[in-house]
């Protein structure tokens, strides 16, 4: 149980010091739904200013409430859905 914690807590600071890799969605209710290839994840990052916070895609640039964010965690699993719609 030791080994797995310790494991946990070296991805945890490496994610930390190199940044966690997100990926986006376009949600169907988005205008911007038509962009790209419907269901295809993106590489995004978060940016600090304004409502076109999550830069990247076929966009560019979308609201957090055009978008569903996916965090990867390694290569062997699938990117986990960490925001959902309202």
């Not at 290839?37 to 966009?59: H, N, Q, S």
């Not at 390694?74 to 990117?79: C, T």
């Given at each position: 149980m030791r080994e797995e914690f310790a494991a946990i807590e070296a991805r945890q600071a490496v994610l930390t010091e190199d940044g966690q890799k997100l990926l986006a969605r376009i949600r169907p209710t988005s205008k911007y739904f038509g962009q790209g290839?419907?269901?295809?994840?993106?590489?995004?990052?978060?940016?600090?200013?304004?409502?076109?916070?999550?830069?990247?895609?076929?966009?560019g640039q979308y609201r957090l409430s055009d978008v569903?964010?996916?965090?990867?965690?390694?290569?062997?699993?699938?990117?986990t859905q960490i925001s959902f719609a309202n």
């Open positions: 290839d419907e269901g295809t994840l993106f590489p995004v990052c978060i940016g600090p200013a304004g409502e076109y916070c999550v830069l990247g895609g076929p966009g569903d964010l996916f965090a990867a965690f390694d290569d062997k699993r699938p990117p």
